[in-house]
């Protein structure tokens, strides 16, 4: 199976900060890596996908990048609404299709 | 609009049985695959099964193999989970997600809102 972690697991941020969130990977995929956002209550949603594409109707602020076992979840400036938890993907090898831990995005 | 919309769960004793649904509307249902994925109270998610386009292909999580099979029904734009012996740890919320499962995009790209799952006597 491929195992995904995320760092950091929690982060506390301002409005306006630039926020990097890494998902590493235990072996090496392809590009089928994607990012969700889910907010307390919620349905994920979908933000990026294939590592760095993003989503019809997801804000150019949030951006993905990274390859081979690293890749990285960027929001440009962070805004009120972006306080969630983040999520990467795998769809490269399966099953199982794994998620990541999961990184909470919480206001300083 | 893409929508997605679960129903069928409940309260349920261990060794129980539950069926859920999932009906879609907005899209080309019978193009996609579809998954069920689970998200236990206050943890991260869980990918349970998926389920091809026609059907042909098919996959379980290890924690739910032999107990829970997936399905669909192309012309009743709808996807099932039958879950058989429950157990206290399978409680979560229940979500299906659409995937679009080509090469240029592997993800699941719409989510229902959930149906709460909860095994307990």
């Known amino acids: 199976d491929v195992q995904l972690t995320q760092s950091p697991s929690f982060l506390s941020a301002s409005v306006g900060d630039r926020v990097t969130i890494t998902c590493r990977t235990s072996?090496?995929?392809?590009?089928?890596l994607a990012w969700y956002q889910q907010k307390p209550g919620k349905a994920p949603k979908l933000l990026i996908y294939a590592a760095s594409t993003l989503q019809s109707g997801v804000p150019s602020r949030f951006s993905g990048s990274g390859s081979g076992t690293e890749f990285t979840l960027t929001i440009s400036s962070l805004q009120p609404e972006d306080f969630a938890t983040y999520y990467c993907?795998?769809?490269?090898?399966?099953?199982?299709?794994?998620f990541g831990p999961g990184t909470k995005v919480d206001i300083k | 609009e893409m929508q997605l919309v679960e129903s069928g769960g409940g309260l349920v004793q261990p060794g129980g049985s539950l069926r859920l649904s999932c009906a879609a509307s907005?899209?080309?249902?019978?193009?996609?695959?579809m998954n069920w994925v689970r998200q236990a109270p206050g943890k991260g998610l869980e990918w349970v099964s998926y389920i091809s386009d026609s059907s042909r292909t098919i996959y379980y999580a290890d924690s739910v193999k032999g107990r829970f099979t997936i399905s669909r029904d192309n012309a009743e734009n709808s996807v099932y989970l039958h879950m058989n012996s429950l157990r206290p740890e399978d409680t979560a919320m229940y979500y299906c997600?659409?995937?679009?499962?080509?090469?240029?995009?592997?993800?699941?790209?719409?989510w229902g809102q959930g149906t709460l799952v909860t095994v307990s006597s």
């Open positions: 072996q090496v995929i392809s590009s089928y």
């Open positions: 907005g899209f080309s249902f019978r193009t996609y695959s």
């Open positions: 997600a659409s995937d679009p499962d080509t090469p240029l995009m592997r993800c699941f790209d719409n």
């Open positions: 993907q795998q769809l490269n090898t399966y099953p199982p299709i794994t």
